[in-house]
């Protein structure tokens, strides 16, 4: 009963507005403030590095384009594969099912390489370098779309009884459950706020693909212990020692430390080579 009393009891209707039969969910909002905020922050880095802004658009684009499919596309086949491949058309409802970030991350890496390929030449950048900048606002869009996730009540954990657990009345819930949106969000900002301060004390003197290897690494190893609380997103989940999600982010964990060797060891400068006037 007590720990009952101290749990907290979310019951937040997910649409923060609507407009006829439009309704504008927090998810979204969250969503798409994140690619926003994540442009302004990628055009200053462009800035201090004397690379021209007109080329951001398309960036946003891609990645905006990638992370969606590449998510939405995780989530079919990653999660419930013979469903879809059963019922390919329900690929393409967004609203049905669900996004998964493994999905929204393979998306991005593929969009960004054929960005490079376009861009890079020209102004002498390269796949590992953009990644390097990318990934820095990435923590903080990463901890708004838990925070959407929080507002649609979703991805929470399993049964607890500390005084911070949620009781997710939206879905039926009447225990509280560990709010691992929240865990997730306070794990992607502080990475966030870490990869920033880096940035901008220590750019001249670092190494292409620190950022990026230290992204994958914290970013996932979070993820791999927050989902022990997590629970199964599906069914056949159930039976698994690691879950999909654990299972999925070891390749990016083991991707981040190869990265780090290669920027330590092999890697040229982090800051482009300034052209002279």
Same mark, same amino acid.
């Given at each position: 009963?007590? %720990? %009952? ?8 209707? $997910? ?8 309704? !504008? ?10 690619? &926003? ?16 802004? /007109?080329?951001? +658009?398309? #960036? ?10 590449? /998510?939405?596309?995780? %989530? ?9 491949? /059963? ?26 390489? !054929? ?5 890079? $030449?020209?102004?002498? &950048?390269?796949?590992? *370098?953009?990644? +390097? ?21 979703? =991805? ?7 005084? *911070?657990?949620?009781?997710? @009345? ?5 225990? /509280? ?11 992607y900002l502080l990475i966030f706020f870490l990869l920033l301060w880096i940035y901008q004390k220590f750019l001249p003197k670092l190494k292409t693909g620190l950022f990026l290897g230290l992204f994958l690494i914290l970013? &996932? ?14 069914? !056949?989940?159930?039976?698994? %020692? #690691? +879950?999909?999600?654990? *299972? #999925?982010? =070891?390749?990016? =964990?083991?991707?981040?430390?190869? #990265? ?6 092999? @890697? ?10």
């Amino acid at each position: 009963m007590l %720990h %009952h009393l101290l749990s907290i009891h979310w019951n937040v209707d $997910p649409n923060l507005f609507s407009i006829g039969t439009y309704s !504008f969910r927090y998810y979204n909002i969250l969503f798409v403030l994140g690619f &926003f905020t994540g442009y302004y922050m990628v055009r200053g880095f462009f800035r201090r590095e004397h690379l021209p802004i /007109a080329m951001l +658009d398309n #960036l946003l684009y891609t990645l905006f384009f990638s992370a969606v499919v590449g /998510a939405r596309l995780g %989530h079919c086949f990653f999660y419930e594969a013979s469903y879809y491949l /059963a019922h390919p058309m329900e690929i393409l409802m967004v609203w049905k099912g669900g996004l998964a970030s493994h999905g929204g991350t393979i998306g991005i890496l593929i969009g960004v390489w !054929f960005y490079v390929k376009k861009y890079g $030449p020209k102004y002498g &950048f390269g796949y590992i *370098w953009l990644l +390097d900048r990318i990934v820095i606002p990435t923590g903080l869009a990463a901890c708004f779309i838990r925070l959407g996730n929080l507002m649609n009540s979703e =991805i929470y954990g399993v049964e607890t009884s500390l005084p *911070w657990g949620f009781i997710f @009345a939206q879905r039926g819930e009447t225990v /509280a459950m560990h709010p691992t949106q929240i865990y997730e969000a306070l794990s992607y900002l502080l990475i966030f706020f870490l990869l920033l301060w880096i940035y901008q004390k220590f750019l001249p003197k670092l190494k292409t693909g620190l950022f990026l290897g230290l992204f994958l690494i914290l970013v &996932f190893t979070a993820r791999f212990f927050i989902e022990y609380v997590k629970n199964p997103q599906e069914a !056949f989940e159930e039976s698994m %020692h #690691l +879950d999909m999600g654990q *299972w #999925l982010s =070891i390749p990016f =964990i083991l991707f981040g430390i190869g #990265l780090l060797i290669y920027s330590f060891t092999k @890697a040229k400068p982090a800051l482009l080579p300034q052209k002279k006037k």
